[in-house]
């Protein structure tokens, strides 16, 4: 999501988007309030007046809904950001956040189900499209409603005034009478995450809020102490509690369970059902611990099973871990591994990540590896930016984060990890990228729209310490950099702090393809790629995994998913379908790194429950800066 809206999609080819904006203010979770931002110069608290301040003003009097509840459910959902008609990632239009997802919504959402039989079904619950129920209950077309910030206003005012009227009969000018109005409007289908939200935007009429949105709009929501919230009302919508409160934390982190909205994933048994998990993707936030929280809560969006705090490393489980979460944007990935949000932001990670979140990570993937057989390495142990896209259009979409910034090298060695003596070995051995993070400084631009702090005004570079190695193609450091077939088809790449293509972060693997004086090839992408390596400062030779290559003269289709084929399918469920990654391959004669041996190919019907299992299998490599599937009919696999 965007920087400017804590649910709202980027629309930035490369970048990462943010999954809550940097001004989720008065988003309430476990007591800490996130402070409300100034307004820009010029725009003086005592006098807001503005355009949409009176589109608030007359859809409230139309349909008898208390002001300050309109703006403050408002406040919560968007900031009060319009977004010129665009809608977010979990496909809220307008500052009322009313819903109308797609199937291709969820097929390039971090649901990541494209080519999945069943991703109509995804995005037909009725949580998805408020817009519909708006129009009906206004007379509006759904398009006035995508575009229009005074039609989607009155739209969602006139869905709080259908929830209230079936909570008490009629309306009510007492704002605190609203609560289970407010509660409905979450869309959530768990008890706890409808109070949490009617906690946070009662907490925000109690509070006020002052803000100048991305359109200049001067905003104000005067304070009201005196609201007292009928919470009792929760009781009448009748919402089942969920159905695990109980942490799967080491208990040497701090760790409570609020869910998260039902339909960012999917209730499933793993893995007594059968589905591995063997993965665990690093994420950030690009936002608040709480705003994080509040999103994760919200119907049709994204959720990881654990978010973690900066200040102190404590944890919020929001999804169980047999359950799969929607958070990595590649259904195959999220079958099989768990998501960690740490509060931060990639483009400003070494002031966010703190040794307290380092070493909680580490003591919740130590716990979770154990329990679950999850590899120690960076195949297995990975970040959102090392995810494979599921397929060709998406791949050049693809987070990138935790960033440059997350020090792979600290994490791995607090999960005991031992890297070994830095060095290179002959061509055809397997080196771990192992660049000394404090030492390592490179120097990267970064522009607005990577920082969703607002704290950089222009494109600025940089130099900073960091967990990569640049790419270039030739043994020169004015050779281009390499540039990543699906973000610069035949042009060189960028140091721009977003541009994952270029380079290779530390702890993965790879086969050395060349020497040249001080400088190192390995094999990447289908390509030959240099790297600046005197004396194997920046890599460290590896034993133990296995070398990937063609086995025949022709070269090797890569895969982003491992579905089964079709005819594999039992009749009645609708297969999911894979194509080969279309700007990739693994060509004869280049060797690529995999550290455990193929998995068999499988999905998953939540609504059965059923497991279906492919007779084929596939290796997971480290095909470039993300990981790739290949067949192993395809290929050679020998030991190094």
Same mark, same amino acid.
């Given at each position: 999501?965007?920087?400017?809206?804590?649910?709202?999609?980027?629309?930035?080819?490369?970048?990462?988007?943010?999954?809550?904006?940097?001004?989720?203010?008065?988003?309430?979770?476990?007591?800490?309030?996130?402070?409300?931002?100034?307004?820009?110069?010029?725009?003086?608290?005592?006098?807001?007046?503005?355009?949409?301040?009176?589109?608030?003003?007359?859809?409230?009097?139309?349909?008898?809904?208390?002001?300050?509840?309109?703006?403050?459910?408002?406040?919560?959902?968007?900031?009060?950001?319009?977004?010129?008609?665009?809608?977010?990632?979990?496909?809220?239009?307008?500052?009322?956040?009313?819903?109308?997802?797609?199937?291709?919504?969820?097929?390039?959402?971090?649901?990541?189900?494209?080519?999945?039989?069943?991703?109509?079904?995804?995005?037909?619950?009725?949580?998805?499209?408020?817009?519909?129920?708006?129009?009906?209950?206004?007379? %509006?077309?759904?398009?006035?409603?995508?575009?229009?910030?005074?039609?989607?206003?009155?739209?969602?005012?006139?869905?709080?005034?259908?929830?209230?009227?079936?909570?008490?009969?009629?309306?009510?000018?007492?704002?605190?009478?609203?609560?289970?109005?407010?509660?409905?409007?979450?869309?959530?289908?768990?008890?706890?995450? *409808?109070?949490?939200?009617?906690?946070?935007?009662?907490?925000?009429?109690?509070?006020?809020?002052?803000?100048?949105?991305?359109?200049?709009?001067?905003?104000?929501?005067?304070?009201?102490?005196?609201?007292?919230? *009928?919470?009792?009302?929760?009781?009448?919508?009748?919402?089942?509690?969920?159905?695990?409160?109980?942490?799967?934390?080491?208990?040497?982190?701090?760790?409570?369970?609020?869910?998260?909205?039902?339909?960012?994933?999917?209730?499933?048994?793993?893995?007594?059902?059968?589905?591995?998990?063997?993965?665990?993707?690093?994420?950030?936030?690009?936002?608040?611990?709480?705003?994080?929280?509040?999103?994760?809560?919200?119907?049709?969006?994204?959720?990881?099973? $654990?978010?973690?705090?900066?200040?102190?490393?404590?944890? /919020?489980?929001?999804?169980?871990?047999?359950?799969? *979460?929607?958070?990595?944007?590649? $259904?195959?990935?999220?079958?099989?591994?768990?998501?960690?949000?740490?509060?931060?932001?990639?483009?400003?990670?070494?002031?966010? $990540?703190?040794?307290?979140?380092?070493?909680? /990570?580490?003591?919740?993937?130590? $716990?979770?590896?154990?329990?679950?057989?999850?590899? %120690?390495?960076?195949?297995?142990?990975?970040?959102?930016?090392?995810?494979?896209?599921?397929?060709?259009?998406?791949?050049?979409?693809?987070?990138?984060?935790?960033?440059?910034?997350?020090?792979?090298?600290?994490?791995?060695?607090?999960?005991?990890?031992?890297?070994?003596?830095?060095?290179?070995?002959?061509?055809?051995?397997?080196?771990?990228?192992?660049?000394?993070?404090?030492?390592?400084?490179?120097?990267?631009?970064?522009?607005?729209?990577?920082?969703?702090?607002?704290?950089?005004?222009?494109? /600025?570079?940089?130099?900073?310490?960091?967990?990569?190695?640049?790419?270039?193609?030739?043994?020169?450091?004015?050779?281009?950099?390499?540039?990543?077939?699906?973000?610069?088809?035949?042009?060189?790449?960028?140091?721009?702090?977003?541009?994952?293509?270029?380079?290779?972060?530390?702890?993965?693997?790879?086969?050395?393809?060349?020497?040249?004086?001080?400088?190192?090839?390995?094999?990447?992408?289908?390509?030959?790629?240099?790297?600046?390596?005197?004396?194997?400062?920046?890599?460290?030779?590896?034993?133990?995994?296995?070398?990937?290559t063609a086995a025949g003269s022709s070269p090797v289709a890569v895969y982003g998913s491992s579905y089964p084929d079709a005819a594999e399918y039992p009749a009645g469920?609708?297969?999911?379908?894979?194509?080969? %990654?279309?700007?990739?391959?693994?060509?004869?004669?280049?060797?690529?790194?995999?550290?455990?041996?193929?998995?068999?190919?499988?999905?998953?019907?939540?609504?059965?429950?059923?497991?279906?299992?492919?007779?084929?299998?596939?290796?997971?490599?480290?095909?470039?800066?993300?990981?790739?599937?290949?067949?192993?009919?395809?290929?050679?696999?020998?030991?190094?």
């Amino acid at each position: 999501m965007s920087p400017s809206n804590s649910r709202r999609g980027d629309a930035s080819k490369h970048r990462r988007p943010a999954l809550v904006t940097a001004v989720a203010a008065l988003a309430v979770a476990g007591g800490a309030v996130v402070p409300v931002p100034a307004l820009a110069a010029g725009a003086a608290a005592g006098a807001v007046t503005s355009s949409l301040q009176q589109d608030f003003t007359a859809a409230a009097d139309a349909y008898h809904v208390p002001r300050q509840v309109l703006l403050a459910v408002a406040y919560q959902e968007s900031a009060w950001d319009t977004h010129s008609g665009q809608h977010s990632t979990d496909g809220g239009y307008g500052p009322m956040h009313l819903t109308d997802v797609t199937p291709a919504m969820m097929a390039g959402g971090d649901a990541g189900a494209a080519g999945r039989g069943d991703v109509a079904k995804l995005a037909a619950a009725p949580a998805l499209h408020t817009v519909q129920a708006a129009a009906k209950l206004t007379g %509006l077309s759904a398009g006035e409603l995508h575009t229009d910030p005074a039609a989607n206003i009155r739209g969602g005012a006139a869905l709080l005034a259908s929830y209230q009227k079936a909570v008490t009969g009629a309306t009510s000018s007492d704002p605190g009478n609203w609560y289970a109005a407010v509660a409905r409007y979450s869309q959530a289908t768990e008890r706890q995450g *409808a109070e949490a939200f009617a906690d946070r935007v009662f907490a925000t009429v109690k509070k006020g809020a002052l803000r100048t949105t991305a359109d200049g709009e001067h905003m104000k929501l005067a304070a009201d102490s005196d609201v007292a919230p *009928a919470t009792g009302q929760l009781a009448s919508l009748d919402l089942k509690s969920a159905a695990v409160t109980a942490t799967e934390c080491p208990t040497t982190v701090a760790c409570t369970f609020v869910p998260a909205s039902p339909s960012n994933g999917q209730v499933s048994n793993r893995p007594a059902n059968g589905i591995r998990i063997d993965t665990i993707v690093i994420h950030d936030t690009e936002g608040s611990y709480d705003g994080s929280i509040a999103a994760f809560q919200q119907a049709g969006g994204s959720a990881a099973h $654990y978010v973690m705090r900066s200040s102190d490393g404590a944890v /919020t489980q929001m999804v169980p871990t047999k359950d799969l *979460a929607f958070h990595a944007g590649n $259904y195959s990935t999220n079958m099989h591994s768990i998501g960690i949000e740490h509060e931060g932001y990639a483009a400003h990670g070494a002031t966010w $990540y703190t040794e307290a979140q380092y070493e909680a /990570t580490a003591e919740l993937v130590k $716990y979770l590896s154990a329990r679950f057989g999850i590899p %120690l390495d960076r195949e297995h142990i990975i970040g959102h930016d090392n995810v494979a896209g599921p397929k060709s259009s998406l791949v050049s979409g693809m987070h990138w984060d935790p960033g440059p910034s997350w020090d792979w090298n600290h994490l791995m060695s607090l999960l005991g990890v031992d890297t070994g003596q830095h060095g290179v070995g002959p061509v055809g051995s397997v080196v771990t990228i192992a660049p000394r993070f404090a030492d390592n400084l490179q120097t990267v631009q970064i522009c607005p729209s990577d920082d969703p702090t607002g704290a950089t005004t222009a494109c /600025t570079e940089t130099q900073q310490p960091s967990n990569f190695v640049y790419l270039r193609t030739g043994p020169s450091d004015t050779a281009p950099l390499f540039g990543d077939q699906a973000i610069h088809p035949g042009a060189a790449g960028t140091d721009r702090i977003n541009d994952w293509g270029s380079t290779a972060s530390a702890g993965q693997q790879f086969v050395v393809a060349d020497q040249d004086g001080d400088w190192t090839a390995i094999w990447y992408s289908g390509a030959k790629v240099w790297f600046y390596n005197p004396d194997g400062c920046n890599t460290a030779p590896a034993q133990g995994v296995k070398v990937i290559t063609a086995a025949g003269s022709s070269p090797v289709a890569v895969y982003g998913s491992s579905y089964p084929d079709a005819a594999e399918y039992p009749a009645g469920l609708s297969p999911s379908t894979q194509a080969a %990654l279309s700007m990739y391959s693994v060509p004869a004669g280049q060797a690529y790194v995999a550290t455990v041996a193929p998995s068999l190919t499988d999905d998953f019907f939540p609504s059965s429950g059923t497991v279906v299992t492919g007779a084929k299998s596939m290796y997971t490599i480290q095909y470039n800066h993300r990981v790739a599937l290949v067949y192993a009919s395809d290929v050679t696999a020998t030991d190094a």
